[in-house]
Structure formats: C-alpha cells, structure tokens
C-alpha cells in the first residue's frame, strides 16, 4: 500500500499529461462476458462492447472504441464526464482512485503516455466475470451480475420504484448469456485473445455472481495448472457466503497452483459491508457466522504461503450506525492474522436511494466517530483517508431536487417491499433510521419528479 508522499507524487506525474489522465483506461479491464459489457475501473457506467470491436480483433474486448474516444481526452487534457466521481474527489481535495489505482502501474506511465489513443494496448489487470450465477440478493445489487434477483423479479413482479434496475424491462433490455453457452462471441474473443494477453498480464481477478458456484472459474483453474503464468497474481472474489466445502475445495486448488509455481500468489477479495442483523438485511442470504467460518478457514489454510484478503466494504446508507461493529471485528481478525487483511471503503453512488447523499447531514457523526476510532486505534492512513473523503463527499454534494425526491420515495417503497417479500423488518433492524423512513414515506403520497 502506497503512502500519501507517493500518491502525491503520482498525482503530479499523472497531470504533467492531463489533468484527466488515468492509466487505468490502459492498464485495467472488467469483463461482463454474460451481457457483453466493460468498464475500466467502477465508477463509469459499463458501455457495450460491439460485435465490431471484437471482429476487428479479440483484443477489441479491451480495446472499444468508446474507451479509445476517452483515451483522446485524456491525453488531451481533458476530463472525461464519465469519469466524474474522481473530478468531484479531487475536487474536494483528497486523493482519489485515479491516482491511488495509477500508482500501481506507474511504470508503464512512460510507454502510455506517448501511445497513440488509437493504439491496442494489453492491461496488466483483467477482471473476468463469467456469469451471473449468485446464492445472494444485495439490495443495491442488479439482475446483470445476481441471477438470484431475475428469479425474484420474474416470481413477484417489479419493485414499485423508480429505479430502472428493479424493472422487467431491465431484464428483457439486456442479453444474458448462460455460462455454458458456446455460442457466446465474448467468451470466444477472451480466449482467442488469452495467449497474447497473458504474456503481459500481472493480475487476473474473477468475479461474479458467486464465482465458486460457476463451472467456468474451475476451468481457468485447470488452465492455468496446465499453462502455467508464473508472472500472474490470481485473485477470486466471493461473498463467502458459499458451503465449507467449497472453500476447502478451493484453498486445495490454490495451494496447489502456488506450489507448482503455475502463478506468483494469490488474493482474495470478500464482501461485507458491516456486521450482524444490519450486514445480513443489507446483503440478503448472508450469514455473518458463515462468513466467518470461512474467512477463518481460508486465512488458517494459507497462513504458509503468498496470500492475503481484502475486505470489500460497499459504503451505503444503511451502514453508518453499525459500521463501527465491522471495524472491531476486524480488529479481532488482525490480531490473529496480521496486516494480510486488509479492507477498503467505496461509497455507493447507484441506485441513488442507498446513497449516503440522501441521509440527513446528522448522519455524519457516525463517520466522524468511526474516524476518531481508527486515528485511535492505529488504522493504516490510507484506510483512514478513503473513509474521509466518503465523509467529504456526502458534506459537500448534494443531489438535484428532483433526483433527491425520487430517491427517498424510493427508499421508503424498496424496504416497505423488501420487508413484505422477505420477512424482514426494516426499523427493527434499523432503529436509527425511524425519523428518516417516517420522512421518506412523505414522498410517496405526492406526484413524482
């Protein structure tokens, strides 16, 4: 992890370029090979890869020519709109994922910099996403990456809000591909490109869904034991939410690709956004004892060799109450593993009404109080400054009326929903937000934006 004295000196590398600069448009890919969508990094919106780009070539995968349009602006100066949400945090003044993310490639700064925005060019991260195949329905989450919430959709009918994800249509809009359909040009084009991509990649995350429950991820397994990348860290997420069993099965296979040298190490990001009653509402199918048990597992199996955790926090605004039961949990963690776990803070930005943004500026104290705990407590800087600029973020934007009226008429209609479909009950889990849900209700009882 990089100090705050690097960053700065990335930041001010990177600007030499463009003040819009970011090697991540080079260097990092997401694949959605079920729906045929990617993006660089989480915060634009996924765009289409065109049958065209992949036809031209199979490294047109990475290489779109959306993404080669932004590339132009960035080593134009420019700021790409769809980048926005790196504008708005270094505009507040902190340091944002353009630079912490660029840090870590930094040595192909001099190459890409004089590339063409025409030029191919092969990332040295890829994330694979297979299919959609998930045991999990996170509230925020979308059918695109959770077939679980097709299922639901498709039994009980659209939630009654405005949020597009929510909707049938989202669903008969998109082209799903099932994870075992050989006719998918996308997973065709990722392995015709595989030989060549290989040989320059030093990252390859799968994702999902759940990957453990895809075929496809024991598949790559089996590929990388059979063609070894040696040069390659391998990191799978999951929601841990998976049976012991998989665990078990899956520590096995990475113990045994480490010790064949078929990769360099290993990493695994798991998600949870807070603990207890508040985290399994939040991420519906979790059960944090479960989580446990196999985070535990994982750590005790590969205590003896290259592999550490990173905790993926999703930053909403059901969390700030009980954030602070995550952070003493991992507490408790680092003591028996040490700084092999680590965790990062993101904040939601869609769909707008689990956005922070929307919650009363009163809400802050909880940041501010889990903030005053990590200064005390001996939290790395970094994860102190990710957690400060979310706090910088909701003091400082505000969302449009219309956008903010939506959204908290939304808000009250999901978890009304949400408790009637799944049993649950919202204000018991969450007693802070009684006023908030009271106050959001109002808007549901007048005409819409």
Request: aromatic residues 12%.
């Amino acid at each position: 992890m990089n100090d705050i004295k690097t960053l700065i000196e990335v930041r001010d590398k990177l600007n030499e370029v463009g003040k819009g600069f970011c090697l991540l448009k080079w260097t990092q890919q997401t694949l959605y090979l079920q729906t045929g969508d990617n993006h660089s990094c989480y915060h634009p919106y996924p765009h289409k890869i065109a049958l065209t780009d992949i036809q031209r070539s199979p490294a047109g995968i990475h290489n779109t020519a959306h993404k080669k349009e932004r590339r132009k602006q960035m080593l134009s100066n420019e700021r790409p709109d769809e980048c926005y949400f790196c504008w708005q945090v270094e505009d507040n003044g902190h340091i944002s994922d353009r630079i912490i993310n660029s840090a870590n490639d930094i040595t192909q700064f001099d190459v890409i910099k004089n590339l063409s925005s025409e030029a191919d060019y092969n990332p040295s991260f890829i994330e694979v996403n297979f299919g959609n195949v998930c045991n999990f329905m996170c509230g925020y989450c979308t059918p695109t990456v959770s077939n679980s919430w097709i299922n639901d959709i498709a039994k009980n009918g659209e939630f009654p809000v405005k949020t597009n994800q929510y909707k049938i249509d989202f669903i008969r809009d998109r082209e799903y591909y099932e994870s075992d359909d050989e006719n998918n040009p996308y997973v065709k084009a990722f392995w015709e490109w595989w030989p060549d991509l290989v040989k320059d990649l030093k990252t390859l995350r799968i994702t999902g869904g759940e990957p453990m429950l895809n075929q496809n991820t024991w598949q790559l397994l089996d590929k990388l034991e059979a063609e070894p990348a040696p040069h390659l860290t391998l990191l799978i997420n999951s929601n841990l939410g998976v049976k012991p069993g998989l665990i078990e099965r899956l520590s096995q296979r990475v113990r045994t690709l480490l010790q064949k040298k078929c990769i360099k190490d290993y990493r695994m990001h798991v998600s949870i956004d807070t603990w207890g009653k508040p985290a399994e509402y939040i991420r519906y199918g979790l059960d944090c004892d479960i989580f446990e048990k196999n985070l535990i597992t994982i750590m005790d199996n590969f205590k003896d060799i290259n592999a550490s955790i990173e905790i993926m926090v999703t930053y909403n605004n059901l969390v700030l109450p009980s954030f602070r039961q995550l952070l003493i949990k991992i507490q408790e963690w680092r003591k028996l593993y040490g700084d092999r776990l680590e965790f990062i803070t993101p904040h939601l930005k869609e769909p707008v009404h689990w956005s922070i943004n929307i919650l009363p500026k009163s809400f802050v104290k909880y940041i501010d109080n889990d903030i005053e705990f990590m200064q005390q407590q001996g939290f790395n800087p970094i994860e102190i400054e990710r957690l400060d600029r979310v706090r910088s973020h909701m003091i400082n934007y505000t969302y449009p009326v219309d956008v903010e009226y939506n959204a908290k008429s939304d808000f009250y209609n999901f978890f009304t929903e949400h408790d009637r479909r799944r049993g649950t009950n919202f204000i018991e889990v969450f007693p802070e937000y009684k006023d908030f849900f009271n106050d959001c209700k109002k808007y549901t009882l007048h005409t819409p934006i």
